[in-house]
């Protein structure tokens, strides 16, 4: 792979420094699609009420795509936002990473749909799988690019219209989730040294292949030739994610050389309020400071966690140089967390 000469000057003047390069955060991004459901309308087609939705999972509504409105779509929107937030022109970027479990088309990944209408015609762009835990891991990978010099500006975006994949007769799966996108633009700059510096600290991925019955499509391209429609066992699921969830943030805090108390902010995968309650117990952390939105957007999987990064960026919550802490876990199971000073 050859490696550009912005890059390799880069990474000579980094190790002339001695300094650590880190993947920053210059500006992240979010679209929610205009239709709301809320959990009334929800009552209308399954046996359910907005008192057992809320009761269980905190969800009161959801935005839904619009026929015709595709993940590249939101994408797009989110990623576009993202650049206007870090003042820079799309033909910066030379890498993007897309996470989604809901393409537009079987091949060629959404990422290229995303490259081509942002008019970016250099890099790499493709997309990973890993479900709900979907941002965490494309931020590791692109991160894992920055550091290593094969590129410089990369958009990490999570997009997903997962109402599409949704058995709307299942009242146990169809409640839980929404449809939108979140986007971060992330650069290549150079620290000062550990772990005082701004950037991706850590990321920390996980994936467990024997819990596969637990959450997953009934389709796909090579067994069924259809995409399928979730199926889940909600309890187990849950179990499993408090669990997992409260180790990996432990993991990548350790990494960062951090500990519970040196965090400003999580922001959690936001699959049910009581899972993400349940992490922030065990771990000790101040409700106030987990950021929540799952209220208002469900579980929109690799979406979740830049749409609240960007909400609670948005609104003022979360400043510049303070300690971040995403975690998600999803399907597979798949599970990760990453540790970033903004
Ligand atoms: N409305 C009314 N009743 C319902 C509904 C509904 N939408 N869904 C299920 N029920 C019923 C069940 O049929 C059951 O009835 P029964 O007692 O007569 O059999 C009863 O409610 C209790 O069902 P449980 O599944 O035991 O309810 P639980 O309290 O576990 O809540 C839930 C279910 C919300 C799915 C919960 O288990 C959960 O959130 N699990 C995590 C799963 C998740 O969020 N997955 C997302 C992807 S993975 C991730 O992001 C971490």
């Given at each position: 792979?050859?490696?550009?000469?912005?890059?390799?000057?880069?990474?000579?003047?980094?190790?002339?420094?001695?300094?650590?390069v880190?993947?920053?955060?210059?500006?992240?991004?979010?679209?929610?699609?205009?239709?709301i459901?809320?959990?009334?309308?929800?009552?209308?087609?399954?046996?359910?009420?907005?008192?057992?939705?809320?009761?269980?999972?905190?969800i009161?509504?959801?935005?839904?795509?619009?026929?015709?409105?595709?993940?590249?779509?939101?994408?797009?929107?989110?990623?576009?936002?993202?650049?206007?937030?870090?003042?820079m022109?799309?033909?910066?970027?030379?890498?993007?990473?897309?996470?989604?479990?809901?393409?537009?088309?079987?091949f060629?990944?959404?990422?290229?749909?995303v490259?081509?209408?942002?008019?970016?015609?250099?890099?790499?762009?493709f997309?990973?799988?890993?479900?709900?835990?979907?941002?965490?891991?494309?931020?590791?990978?692109?991160?894992?690019?920055?550091?290593?010099?094969?590129?410089?500006?990369?958009?990490?975006?999570?997009?997903?219209?997962?109402?599409?994949?949704?058995?709307?007769?299942?009242?146990?799966t169809?409640?839980?989730?929404?449809d939108g996108?979140?986007?971060?633009?992330?650069?290549?700059?150079?620290?000062?040294?550990?772990?005082?510096?701004?950037?991706?600290?850590?990321?920390?991925?996980h994936?467990?292949?024997?819990?596969?019955?637990?959450?997953?499509a009934?389709?796909?391209?090579?067994?069924?030739?259809?995409?399928?429609?979730?199926?889940?066992?909600?309890?187990?699921?849950?179990?499993?994610?408090?669990?997992?969830?409260?180790?990996?943030?432990?993991?990548s805090?350790?990494?960062a050389?951090?500990?519970?108390?040196?965090?400003?902010w999580?922001?959690?995968?936001?699959?049910?309020?009581?899972?993400?309650?349940?992490?922030?117990?065990?771990?000790?952390?101040?409700?106030?400071?987990?950021?929540?939105?799952?209220?208002?957007?469900?579980?929109?999987?690799?979406?979740?966690?830049?749409?609240?990064?960007?909400?609670?960026?948005?609104?003022?919550?979360?400043?510049?140089?303070?300690?971040?802490?995403?975690?998600?876990?999803?399907?597979?199971?798949?599970?990760?967390?990453?540790?970033v000073?903004?």
């Open positions: 792979m050859s490696i550009r000469p912005a890059a390799l000057k880069r990474e000579a003047s980094a190790a002339a420094a001695g300094a650590t880190r993947s920053v955060i210059a500006g992240c991004g979010s679209y929610l699609p205009e239709r459901m809320t959990n009334h309308d929800l009552a209308k087609m399954v046996d359910t009420s907005d008192e057992w939705i809320v009761e269980r999972t905190g009161r509504h959801r935005h839904i795509a619009a026929e015709g409105e595709n993940t590249s779509h939101l994408a797009v929107k989110a990623s576009e936002r993202a650049l206007a937030a870090a003042g022109k799309a033909d910066v970027v030379d890498l993007i990473v897309l996470a989604t479990a809901t393409p537009d088309e079987t060629p990944a959404t990422a290229t749909r490259q081509e209408r942002l008019g970016i015609v250099r890099g790499a762009a997309d990973v799988q890993a479900v709900c835990s979907g941002f965490i891991y494309a931020l590791a990978v692109a991160d894992n690019f920055l550091r290593l010099g094969q590129a410089d500006t990369a958009l990490v975006i999570g997009a997903e219209t997962f109402s599409r994949i949704l058995d709307w007769k299942d009242r146990s169809c409640v839980l989730f929404g996108a979140g986007a971060v633009v992330l650069k290549a700059g150079q620290g000062r040294g550990l772990p005082t510096d701004r950037g991706v600290l850590t990321t920390k991925l994936s467990d292949g024997r819990q596969h019955d637990l959450l997953y009934t389709g796909g391209v090579s067994s069924t030739r259809t995409a399928g429609v979730v199926r889940m066992d909600g309890p187990k699921v849950f179990k499993h994610a408090v669990e997992r969830l409260a180790e990996v943030v432990e993991e805090l350790a990494g050389g951090l500990t519970s108390a040196d965090v400003d999580v922001v959690p995968h936001q699959a049910n309020r009581r899972i993400i309650d349940g992490v922030g117990k065990k771990l000790g952390l101040p409700a106030e400071r987990v950021v929540v939105t799952v209220d208002h957007h469900a579980n929109t999987s690799a979406a979740s966690v830049p749409l609240a990064l960007t909400e609670a960026v948005g609104d003022g919550r979360i400043q510049r140089d303070e300690v971040v802490v995403m975690e998600a876990m999803g399907g597979g199971f798949t599970w990760g967390a990453a540790v000073r903004m």
